[in-house]
């Protein structure tokens, strides 16, 4: 009957995290095909994602240190 509220709260971030990507993607990313074309398109997929770069490899240090800091915690 209990709730795990990190699993919500874990689970609720990456589901708010999977939108944002999506709209900025989708919607973003649309919008300048339609008003600039494909050529215009690419470039700014492609520059969404250079800028996303920072914050996945923030994200991968993070999970790694996660790692490291759960196996050093069963000794």
Known sequence: MGHDLRRYARQTNIRLFAGFLLILFLVGDGLIYAFYGPGAAVLGLTC?????????LVWLAFV???LVVKRANRD
Do not use: F
């Not at 969404?48 to 996945?56: C, I, S």
């Open 48 to 56: 969404m994602l250079v800028g996303l770069a920072p914050l996945v």
């Open 64 to 66: 790694v240190i996660e």
